[in-house]
């Protein structure tokens, strides 16, 4: 495992002010049409309170109000109103110019107790080495998905048998996730495999689908070092043109480290492209 993080987030003389570089490693979507991952703008907000503070996250709830495309520069703003003797209270404003592209409100701090439990319990799926990759829609790119280590160990995106019987019975979907990089699992990297909860869209739905989120939130419990995080998402429900869901990510021990919760816009794509691209699948 490397120490080097993820995301290379640029600090500025003012302590409360970072910068990131849109680069196409952080990005997602088609080819000349990237833009950078909502879980990367999370992970870039907790990341800058987490330096201004000195504090470990507590969670982080981002909205997601505009698009960054590589070569942007997004800038970061920290603002801490509320500073306790445990907890601050913290905000992050992300922006190109005047231009905002996601806002992150947050809770950073720790207190010492002897009660440390847990009650969810990691899925009993097979290793990541015996899963199969995700699937990519856009493998001539070196995006986000480039760099990640995404398994799928329960449910499959829109395979045969769930475009001919119709929906899940249960919207769940079991992902295996690290960083090709070696990156440490902390914080960001949770918030950026967080917002693979839309990704079970398409297996909820039995159709090729995703959807583009419109918030990300992570309640973090207890990091601990792990290779591998499994996670447990649950589509919950579909209306209106939105989908719902959340997710629970364990340690290769069955540590529970952190649970979270998306909405997201359903974007059904063409049936026949998708079979051309993934005629496995199809």
Same mark, same amino acid.
């Given at each position: 495992?490397?120490?080097?993080?993820?995301?290379?987030?640029?600090?500025?003389?003012?302590?409360?002010?970072?910068?990131?570089?849109?680069?196409?490693?952080?990005?997602?979507?088609?080819?000349?049409?990237?833009?950078?991952?909502?879980?990367?703008?999370?992970?870039?907000?907790?990341?800058?309170?987490?330096?201004?503070?000195?504090?470990?996250?507590?969670?982080?709830?981002?909205?997601?109000?505009?698009?960054?495309?590589?070569?942007?520069?997004?800038?970061?703003?920290?603002?801490a109103p509320i500073v306790g003797k445990n907890i601050t209270q913290a905000r992050v404003l992300a922006h190109i110019a005047e231009r905002e592209i996601f806002t992150v409100n947050a809770a950073v701090g720790e207190r010492e107790s002897d009660q440390s439990h847990q009650w969810l319990t990691k899925p009993d799926v097979a290793p990541p080495e015996d899963c199969p990759p995700m699937p990519r829609f856009d493998e001539t790119s070196e995006d986000l998905h480039t760099f990640l280590d995404m398994r799928v160990a329960q449910g499959r995106?829109?395979?045969?048998?769930?475009?001919?019987?119709?929906?899940?019975?249960?919207?769940?979907?079991?992902?295996?996730?690290?960083?090709?990089?070696?990156?440490?699992?902390?914080?960001?990297?949770?918030?950026? #495999?967080?917002? *693979?909860?839309?990704? /079970? @869209?398409?297996? +909820?739905? =039995?159709?090729?689908? $995703?959807?583009?989120?419109?918030?990300?939130?992570?309640?973090?419990?207890?990091?601990?070092?792990?290779?591998?995080?499994?996670?447990?998402?649950?589509?919950?429900?579909?209306?209106?043109?939105?989908?719902?869901?959340? #997710?629970?990510? *364990?340690?290769?021990? /069955? @540590?529970?480290? +952190?649970? =979270?919760?998306?909405? $997201?816009?359903?974007?059904?794509?063409?049936?026949?492209?998708?079979?051309?691209?993934?005629?496995?699948?199809?």
């Open positions: 495992m490397s120490d080097s993080a993820f995301i290379d987030l640029k600090s500025t003389h003012n302590p409360h002010r970072f910068y990131l570089p849109v680069e196409e490693r952080l990005c997602v979507g088609p080819p000349g049409h990237k833009f950078l991952f909502g879980g990367v703008g999370l992970a870039t907000a907790i990341t800058a309170l987490e330096r201004t503070t000195g504090r470990p996250c507590i969670w982080a709830t981002a909205q997601y109000l505009s698009f960054a495309n590589p070569p942007d520069v997004v800038d970061v703003d920290v603002r995106y829109a395979p045969r048998r769930q475009i001919s019987g119709g929906r899940s019975e249960d919207g769940r979907v079991v992902l295996w996730g690290r960083a090709k990089t070696g990156a440490p699992i902390d914080s960001a990297m949770l918030a950026i #495999i967080n917002d *693979f909860v839309p990704s /079970g @869209t398409s297996h +909820a739905l =039995g159709l090729p689908a $995703g959807a583009n989120s419109l918030d990300n939130t992570l309640r973090i419990r207890k990091i601990v070092e792990t290779e591998w995080v499994c996670c447990d998402i649950q589509i919950e429900g579909v209306h209106n043109g939105f989908v719902h869901g959340r #997710i629970a990510m *364990f340690a290769d021990d /069955g @540590t529970l480290m +952190a649970t =979270g919760s998306q909405s $997201g816009i359903i974007r059904i794509f063409d049936p026949e492209a998708f079979a051309k691209r993934f005629p496995k699948e199809a």
